[in-house]
């Protein structure tokens, strides 16, 4: 009985710190000017996107700067028709090809949140015909929902014949798949990308949800979002609305037709405009940071930003200049709907190009700057990647556009101060309050401060202690400043209540105070 009286004493006494000390802090930007450098951008921006549209033969475009959940800058050029002439406007309404993947794939994150299925459920569960397809090797697994998300299902790069199937009915697709399919790898072993993948998933969201997946993403996220003007069938569109697509052959441009909705349409049907989409990006830019407080979807934010983590790396390149021509490798990897990516200097964004005969467009986003860029165009391809990777690198560099800087909770303030004390003092009180016993296990407590007083007599009496750089809730950075020199001090706390310090480590720092 004492020791159960015991145990609940302490339990109490760590929930009480926790409600004092504990306080949650999400990141947050520290630079009140944000805005103001953008727009100080926006003529370079828009001279970048008019020259990549006359070097590469594009008929027009459109494209705009969104920034903490509102499209605060757009542009439209050239002309969305050419026979007879049409001018680009903001609310031309354009094909967005395999921009449409990652609405697929937060309806299928949708339906799992809901309980309507599993992300490891076997695809045959939801596509009967499904059954009759052998994988290659027999020690192959069973190919799931989770295998066509983060295209790993085996299946093979198929953009010149998934492009051209955008229109085949429901029938078509079962028959398809009735018959077998050919497989490029093992499902499992690596990433290739399947537009037949998320035409597949599109028809298990039909089948899960009870609805056309054209409808069920209409009415569960399209329409929660208000993005009135995004549509699946181009005959919705007023013809004088819809941009028209053209390639650029033998030195003129030549009409691409439009190929109504089908089964297909999943991996890359959906049509939109700048001011639309704008409002989808903003979904997902503000689900970060993790956050208390409403969450009012239509989906939660925890999914967004789940579907913001690399599901598969894919490979490291190294052709990514700065915008100096400094080298900046990057990794890149692929999630459910989107690329990720994170290059050498710590930045990181998502994207996805899209194209189709007639059109090319991209959008990409940095959650941790707040800032997404859009882009569409009506030729074959449009390299739109291209432009906007060039407008990013102007805001991160030329606009020296910041991310969210971590803020410490007051826990780790707390032991911050504790732990500057202590290592000019080596108070037994603060030891006993502020260090987790493994600190002196793992090395004894004369040894440490053997150490530390060697660093405090190289940098001379300490005059002040610099202000605490948090990196999360658990961790942090100061200095102690000396006459002489600084010694970095780094320290991690413990997960267990109440938080003490685990992990320190020391530097000395040369150069001035």
Not at 283 to 312: K, Q, S, Y
Not at 468 to 474: R, S, T
């Amino acid at each position: 009985m004492v020791r159960s009286l015991a145990r609940l004493f302490l339990l109490s006494a760590a929930l009480v710190l926790r409600a004092a000390d504990l306080e949650f802090t999400p990141d947050r930007f520290d630079d009140p000017d944000r805005r103001a450098r953008i727009e100080q951008l926006l003529p370079q921006l828009d001279q970048l996107y008019v020259q990549h549209a006359v070097s590469n033969h594009v008929p027009g475009f459109v494209y705009g700067v969104v920034l903490d959940g509102r499209l605060i800058h757009s542009l439209a050029w050239g002309e969305s028709a050419l026979e007879p002439s049409r001018p680009m406007t903001l609310d031309t309404r354009f094909r967005i090809a395999s921009m449409t993947k990652s609405f697929t794939a937060l309806a299928i994150l949708k339906l799992r949140d809901a309980g309507q299925l599993s992300l490891e459920d076997p695809v045959s569960r939801y596509i009967p015909e499904f059954r009759r397809v052998q994988a290659p090797a027999q020690d192959s697994p069973t190919i799931t929902i989770r295998h066509l998300m983060k295209m790993t299902a085996g299946f093979p790069q198929d953009d010149p014949w998934g492009d051209r199937r955008l229109d085949d009915p429901v029938r078509a697709l079962e028959a398809l798949v009735a018959g077998g399919l050919a497989f490029s790898n093992p499902p499992g072993v690596t990433w290739e990308y399947s537009n037949l993948g998320y035409a597949l998933l599109g028809q298990v969201v039909t089948r899960a949800s009870r609805r056309p997946y054209q409808e069920y993403i209409t009415r569960e996220i399209l329409r929660p979002l208000g993005m009135s003007q995004t549509v699946w069938e181009f005959t919705e569109v007023p013809p004088d609305r819809m941009a028209l697509g053209y390639r650029w052959e033998h030195g003129r441009w030549i009409p691409e037709p439009l190929l109504h909705d089908g089964a297909f349409g999943a991996m890359g049907g959906l049509i939109t405009t700048l001011e639309d989409f704008a409002k989808y990006l903003s979904l997902h830019l503000e689900a970060w940071p993790a956050r208390d407080g409403p969450d009012a979807g239509p989906v939660r934010r925890a999914t967004l930003r789940e579907m913001h983590r690399p599901a598969e790396v894919l490979s490291v390149i190294t052709n990514n200049p700065t915008l100096d021509g400094s080298d900046n490798p990057r990794v890149a990897g692929y999630s459910y709907g989107l690329s990720w990516n994170r290059d050498a200097r710590g930045v990181t964004w998502l994207r996805h190009g899209g194209g189709l005969p007639g059109y090319g467009s991209e959008h990409r986003f940095l959650p941790a700057h707040g800032v997404g860029l859009i882009s569409f165009a009506n030729r074959t391809y449009a390299p739109m990647t291209a432009v906007n990777a060039g407008a990013m690198e102007l805001l991160i560099v030329a606009a020296a556009l910041p991310a969210r800087r971590p803020v410490a909770p007051p826990i780790l303030v707390k032991r911050a101060a504790q732990l500057a004390a202590l290592l000019q003092s080596w108070d037994p009180a603060l030891v006993a309050e502020a260090v987790s016993p493994n600190l002196f296990q793992d090395r004894a407590e004369a040894d440490r401060r053997v150490e530390v007083e060697a660093l405090l007599a190289r940098c001379g009496p300490v005059r002040s202690v610099s202000p605490l750089e948090p990196e999360n809730q658990l961790r942090g950075r100061f200095e102690l400043v000396g006459e002489r020199g600084r010694v970095g001090v780094r320290f991690t706390l413990m997960p267990e209540l109440p938080p003490r310090i685990q992990e320190v480590t020391l530097e000395f720092l040369a150069g001035p105070p």
